[in-house]
């Protein structure tokens, strides 16, 4: 998926603002960035390291260091499937396997419409349920590589009846 280029940077210089005098300003600065515009490009990183008057590469490590934070956009519905132990080995790859093949989408990307993004996660605290699947935040446990289709259609159908 392109991103589209950020062109208004009034909240980002709104949140620096906000923060600048407060030691360790640099995580909260971050989240209220990534959350006012969904993700952190180069773009806002370079904002912020300017109004701070920090190295760039201080900023980059920071937002490529935490697994919070996210330098692309992430779609509509986020499709997270648990690859911790209890999940891997009742199948949990079979399923991360299905969802790919079905949304066309590899881990770590968005789809090219913007609807959906898929990641692995280590472990979503519902063992008991393994495999799991989440879709934002909606639970699905013991499934089967037939059934992502079906859970998936859902959400796609969703956006249909919405256009």
């Not at 180069?42 to 490529?64: C, K, M, N, R, S």
């Not at 260091?65 to 949990?92: E, I, M």
């Not at 959906?116 to 008991?128: E, I, L, P, W």
């Amino acid at each position: 998926m392109a991103a589209r280029r950020i062109t208004d940077f009034t909240a980002v210089k709104e949140i620096v603002a906000k923060h600048r005098d407060t030691p360790g300003c640099l995580m909260p600065i971050l989240q209220e960035t990534q959350g006012a515009y969904g993700y952190l490009p180069l773009e806002l990183q370079e904002v912020i390291a300017d109004e701070l008057d920090i190295p760039l590469t201080e900023v980059y490590g920071v937002a490529t260091f935490y697994s919070q934070f996210t330098l692309k956009p992430k779609g509509a519905n986020q499709v997270h499937v648990c690859l911790g132990t209890a999940c891997y080995v009742r199948g949990s790859k079979k399923i991360l396997d299905k969802v790919i093949d079905v949304l066309g989408t590899d881990v770590g990307e968005t789809s090219e419409d913007g609807r959906f993004s898929v990641d692995a996660t280590r472990c979503v605290g519902a063992c008991g349920l393994a495999p799991v699947m989440m879709v934002n935040d909606t639970v699905y446990g013991r499934l089967t590589p037939d059934q992502v289709p079906k859970i998936l259609k859902q959400y796609i159908e969703k956006k249909e009846e919405t256009a």
